[in-house]
């Protein structure tokens, strides 16, 4: 069957083996990105089609004639038109599971940098600091241990649970949240209510999907409710954070700080307000939490593994509960 990789270059770094792919069906074209002038072109006589951020809209969807598959290389789905691929009988799957070590690592290096102040640290060593202090182990800065500390996860899919054995390996205490809005009378066993999770803990790590109904999850009135020591963690979708509220918070010092590795709007402009913030409170990483490169590489054999369910007529990772009234939801 034709395949065709519309954005190779998203998922690696020449790093990764692309032999799986290439095991299950041929023949392959790999283009490292494409653009919406260029879809028509790549796509007409494909049979399956491989994107992660290549944006497939109703147009190209029916105006590739021969497509069968769509294999999106990550978990969200909101870049493809379920819709037009329902109306084409197309099968769309995406890829789950892969980037749970990636997470949760990248979670606690946040919350170590933070908490050690490393970014200061650094500073100092880098700027001869070390090297004109009186004594051989400067203690210009704090440094906390995540022992004893309270961590708060939002969101208990896979990556929170990944998340809360790690931090009780540490020797935190987890909270786990309640949906927010649940009234404390219905709060599920094991669980804690929102509003009692973000006034108790050190740190909120967030860990859900981006609805409608969880965009600005966190917002003024949440970051008046956390303790001025908290941190904010969010590996999971910039829109689940009101990032003017979030600034207002760190300017402030409503919270001790946050790190971040997604924005609302993604690449950010240059003078995005959180990006210009000059204090080492805030930790911004280019939304990297999941892509260790053994992430990556899994990427591409869930890849191949749904490619060879698919033709061979078995069960695979196909998205079938993503149309409601119409609306696809990453």
Known sequence: MRSVFLDFDSVTRGDIDRSALEAVTS???????????????????????????TVLGRDAIFAANKLKLIC????????????AAAERDIAVCNVRGYATQSVTQHVFMLMLTLTTNFVDYQHLVKSGGWQASRFFCPLDYSIEELTGRTLGIIGYG???????????????????????GVA????????????????Q????????????????LVGEREFELMRPSAYLINTARGGLVDETALLQ????????????????????????PLLVYPHSNLIITPHIAWASRS?????????????DNFQHARDFNQITDALKDGVCRN
Not at 72 to 83: C, E, H, R
């Open 201 to 216: 803990a050190d740190f909120i790590s967030l860990h859900c999907p981006l609805f409608p109904e969880t965009a600005n």
């Open 295 to 307: 992430a990556r590489q899994r990427v591409l054999e869930l890849v191949a593994e749904n490619i």
């Open 158 to 180: 896979e990556l929170g649970r990944a998340v809360a054995r790690v931090a009780e390996v540490f020797g935190m205490r987890v909270l786990i949240a309640e949906h927010k």
């Open 249 to 272: 918070s760190l300017q402030s010092a409503q919270i001790a700080g946050a790190a971040i590795d997604v924005l609302q709007r993604e690449p950010p402009e240059a003078d995005h």
């Open 27 to 53: 023949p392959w074209i790999f283009h490292g990105d494409t653009d919406s002038t260029q879809l028509a072109e790549r796509m007409w006589d494909a049979e399956i089609i491989v994107t992660n951020k």
């Open 72 to 83: 999106i290389s990550a978990t969200g789905y909101n870049n493809i038109d379920l819709v």
């Open 184 to 199: 404390a009378a219905s709060v599920r066993a094991g669980r804690t209510a929102f509003e009692e999770v973000l006034a």
